[in-house]
């Protein structure tokens, strides 16, 4: 019983410890784009950490409907900074592509979107292309599916990014935010440079004495 926890434990923290956080500068003075980068990689259990320079947004959508909330799932951050909030933080659960934009009048429109993890068919070209030709953009009533905090304290709303649907059926622009609790980028910041073999090896010896 106690071998089977401590593999768990193990597990746990290796996964923890190999999470990264990917940061993403929106609004920054001198960028050519809103979001930068703006076609973004990374892994499941990474962070994407967006950095609001300027008042704008960000919405997960699809890339069959630019500039609209996907239907079930994503995220919003709601227009930031706000006070003394200005970061936005997102845990993916899955690698699939997940575009966004900000949804401030105009915004989408004119160019302000990005992708993370864009896939060899769908770009973020042919997504930007297609949001300059609609009318509007649609913006969710609150904010949800991340971490709102000013880079010492957060709160978090809403479950992990995912681009897949979510399993409530629950569209996104009806949602009201939820608080729970977040610790995976957490644990990854805390283990540093135990991070790897050296962490494992550490582990691996106190199961030992189990």
């Not at 089977?4 to 500068?25: D, H, P, Q, R, Y």
């Not at 980068?37 to 320079?53: C, L, M, R, T, Y």
């Not at 709303?157 to 995976?184: F, Y």
Request: aromatic fraction near 6%; glycine fraction near 12%; include cysteine.
């Amino acid at each position: 019983m106690h071998l089977s926890v401590g593999i768990l434990a193990v597990l746990g923290l290796i996964a923890g410890a190999s999470a990264e956080t990917v940061k993403v500068e929106v609004g920054k003075s001198g960028s050519k784009t809103i979001f930068n980068p703006q076609s973004i990689k990374a892994e499941k259990g990474d962070v994407v950490e967006f950095h609001f320079n300027s008042q704008h947004s960000v919405v997960a959508s699809d890339f069959e409907n630019p500039c609209t909330p996907v239907s079930s799932g994503g995220f919003y951050s709601g227009t930031l900074p706000s006070g003394d909030k200005s970061t936005f933080s997102v845990t993916l659960n899955n690698t699939g592509p997940i575009f966004f934009y900000c949804s401030l009048p105009g915004h989408c429109q004119a160019g302000a979107v990005g992708v993370i993890n864009q896939g060899s068919d769908d770009t973020v070209a042919e997504y930007q292309a297609a949001a300059a030709k609609t009318n509007s953009s649609k913006e969710p009533r609150s904010v949800f599916g991340g971490t709102v905090s000013d880079g010492s304290s957060s709160e978090t709303t809403g479950t992990m990014a995912s681009s897949a649907p979510s399993s409530t059926g629950t569209d996104s622009a009806s949602r009201t935010s939820s608080t729970v609790a977040s610790t995976g980028s957490s644990a990854a910041g805390h283990l540093g440079p135990l991070a790897g073999g050296s962490a494992l090896a550490l582990i691996l010896s106190g199961l030992v004495a189990l």
